[in-house]
């Protein structure tokens, strides 16, 4: 079964992003450059800082501009946003961004609730962004993520003929690549394996990312099964903080530090130093006082003897 596993694998850090979009607490744009730059040195290359959504609807990401110019002085960083629609990805293009990630909700409750568009409304918003990023000449990747892929709190049941299908849909449309988000925790191992399976079959090297909320606690089991595949990409958050406004319930993503330490406890490099991060989550978990954090590693901290112990073998 190692054999299958793969050696290294990216956490991509969506705290700045999926998490401060939904807790109360405005951080300032001070505190989320110091977080990206923080992550950054402790190993966490891969950051999405943000959302180009408008700010009456989200003004958690309304320096989502500035956090990005920041965040591209960082050497080493790729450095990637959320856009919602058509004028996010133009301020994600001019802001030289180096992924932009396009949400679609395989449910369509959800989708009208989140986008107010339906599914194949968001696939004709990736063919426009698609266009609108090769005129520019820009190098900015385009990420489709598809949410809700195992259920939806609003719809209940989402078909996976209908994930996999709007998942070719947006690679017909133009996305570089794609992803698969358990937007409220619904999913399990098991649901994740006969998923995945299909949509690496369907999408190749142009499958990007696994995405799981913690909702009911089976985020890194989930995890877990996607890496017995070969996904090698995975989003988390410090603290597990996180969740959608549409979705109601939903909490927490996969915690980045314990996703870290589960990996390299597995042998699995992620490039994290994991005494790092910690000390980062406390510094967050501080500014996010009073709010719900999750995780457990950072109440336990790591083990005596913990030295990534099988990276040498
Ligand atoms: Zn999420």
Known sequence: ???CLPQKAVIREVGPR????SVRTLLT???????VREALAAGQVEIEVGSFVPARLLPQMADTAQVLHYARTLPGLFASVLVPN???????LEG??????????????????????????????MRRIRAARDASGSKTLIEGGVGTAF????????????VLRLMQALLDAGADRVSLADTVGYADPVAVARLFEQALRLAGDRFWCGHFHDTRGLALANVYAALQLGVDRFDASLAGIGGCPHAPGASGNASSEDLAFMLASMGIDTGIDIGKLLALRRKVARWLDGEPTYGTLWKAGLP???????LAG
């Not at 058509?86 to 994600?92: I, T, V």
């Not at 030289?96 to 989708?111: Q, R």
């Not at 005596?304 to 099988?310: L, M, V």
């Open 1 to 3: 079964m190692k054999a």
């Open 18 to 21: 999926d998490g401060l979009q």
């Open 29 to 35: 744009t001070e505190q989320k450059c110091e977080w």
């Open 86 to 92: 058509l004028r996010g990805a133009e301020h994600a």
């Open 96 to 125: 030289g961004a180096d992924l932009m990630v396009l949400p679609l909700s395989a449910s369509l409750a959800h989708s009208m609730a989140n986008l107010r568009k339906t599914p194949d409304e968001v696939v004709g918003e």
């Open 151 to 162: 259920g939806c709190t609003l719809q209940g049941e989402v078909k996976a003929s209908e």
């Open 304 to 310: 005596g003897h913990f030295d990534r112990p099988h």
